[in-house]
């Protein structure tokens, strides 16, 4: 199945305003792709952080993140 044709097709049976609203959905969803970088070109990298600094990130990331300072 060609995901265009598809589109087209649920777009067609949609009114105008809905229409425009899948119209905004798809300008914000090309606003947030983001080009990156290619794991081959980062292994160069690989081994540059220190372990001591490894850890420290570590620690950081378990004590602070996925929680709500209310």
């Given at each position: 199945m060609d995901v265009k044709v598809e589109i087209i097709k649920q777009l067609e049976v949609l009114p105008y305003d809905r229409q425009?609203?899948?119209?905004?959905?798809?300008?914000t969803?090309?606003?947030?792709?983001?080009?990156?970088?290619?794991?081959?070109?980062?292994l160069r990298?690989?081994?540059?952080?220190r372990a001591d600094d490894l850890q420290v990130m570590e620690?950081?990331?378990e004590d602070y993140c996925e929680r709500i300072d209310i």
């Open positions: 425009c609203r899948v119209l905004d959905f798809t300008r969803l090309v606003k947030t792709v983001q080009a990156g970088s290619s794991g081959s070109q980062l990298f690989a081994g540059t952080i620690r950081a990331i």
